[in-house]
């Protein structure tokens, strides 16, 4: 085994989405008790995977699968959803989401369309 003092975080990239995600030193040592090699997937992309395995076997109701790629409204960052956002109608992503549901967003800034 790996001694614990060599293991650092490491950055990975996504086969499927591209993106870059940690792995972490808590998720290499369990990878390698289990003897699991890297993960080539982050964790949106497994969630996605095992979904259309599932709905596959019939385990899973088919809407689970459609994701639709927006543009979030306040900070302009790309995610998928399982809804497509109507003509006009503003889009946040789960983080602007959770600001401006708990009040933490400046209201007088969105009003004006500043983003």
């Known amino acids: 085994m790996v001694a614990e003092n060599i293991l650092k975080v490491k950055k990975l990239t996504c086969k499927d989405c591209g993106r870059s995600f940690p792995f972490t ?3 290499q040592k ?3 008790l289990k003897g699991y090699s890297d993960p080539i997937r982050c ?3 497994r969630r996605q995977k095992k979904i259309l395995k599932l709905a596959i076997e019939d ?3 088919i809407h689970e699968l459609v994701k639709f790629e927006e543009r979030c409204y306040k900070c302009g960052r790309k995610f998928y959803t399982n809804f497509k956002g109507k003509l006009g ?3 946040y992503c789960d983080d602007c989401f959770k600001q ?3 009040g933490k967003i400046d209201w007088a800034l969105l009003e004006k369309g500043d983003k």
Do not use: R
């Open 25 to 27: 030193v808590e998720d």
């Open 30 to 32: 369990k990878y390698g």
């Open 43 to 45: 964790e949106v992309c």
């Open 59 to 61: 385990k899973v109701p």
């Open 89 to 91: 109608e503003n889009v």
């Open 100 to 102: 401006i549901k708990y």
